[in-house]
């Protein structure tokens, strides 16, 4: 949320700081709590260089991060899948002769295979879903 607001404040040339909340504790212990002082504590600290900043990488930076948080959680739902097939597998006692079940032979093998109704929804589903690799 806070992005945006800073991102658009930077674009103006408008010099800005990001207060870690966590380390300005004195407003959050205040016993009277209003936006206007809030802002007016904040701005005190402030003065008398108080306020512990937080880091605020480049928006390209920060673009690579989420684009390598988003590859990482496509891998964990691979794997999940993965292990989902491997469970069936166990399941049904069926071995595989095969050193990548979830290759292009390992699928069809996979597809052939005699399972209930419902555990072949799902791992038709699993094996279409991990296999792209």
Same mark, same amino acid.
């Given at each position: 949320?806070?992005?945006?607001? %800073?991102?658009?404040?930077?674009?103006?040339?408008?010099?800005?700081?990001?207060?870690?909340?966590?380390?300005?504790?004195?407003? =959050?212990? =205040?016993?009277?709590?209003?936006?206007?002082?809030?802002?007016?504590?904040? =701005?005190?600290?402030?003065?008398?260089?108080?306020?512990?900043?937080?880091?605020?990488?480049?928006?390209? +930076?920060?673009?690579?991060?989420?684009?390598?948080?988003?590859?990482?959680?496509?891998?964990?739902?691979? @794997?999940? %899948?993965?292990?989902?097939?491997?469970? +069936?597998?166990?399941?049904?006692?069926?071995?595989?002769?095969?050193?990548?079940? +979830?290759?292009?032979?390992?699928?069809?093998?996979?597809? @052939?295979?005699?399972?209930?109704?419902?555990?072949?929804?799902?791992?038709?589903?699993?094996?279409?879903?991990?296999?792209?690799?």
């Amino acid at each position: 949320m806070w992005i945006r607001i %800073h991102d658009t404040l930077e674009e103006n040339v408008i010099d800005t700081m990001l207060a870690n909340p966590n380390k300005t504790k004195i407003i =959050a212990e =205040a016993k009277i709590k209003s936006d206007k002082l809030d802002a007016r504590i904040l =701005a005190d600290l402030l003065r008398a260089d108080l306020v512990y900043e937080s880091y605020v990488p480049t928006k390209e +930076f920060r673009e690579n991060r989420s684009l390598v948080r988003y590859r990482i959680s496509l891998v964990r739902n691979r @794997t999940m %899948h993965e292990n989902k097939v491997h469970s +069936f597998l166990d399941k049904y006692d069926y071995k595989s002769e095969l050193t990548d079940v +979830f290759g292009k032979s390992g699928i069809i093998w996979v597809k @052939t295979l005699d399972v209930s109704n419902i555990d072949r929804l799902i791992m038709n589903t699993t094996c279409r879903i991990s296999t792209c690799r």
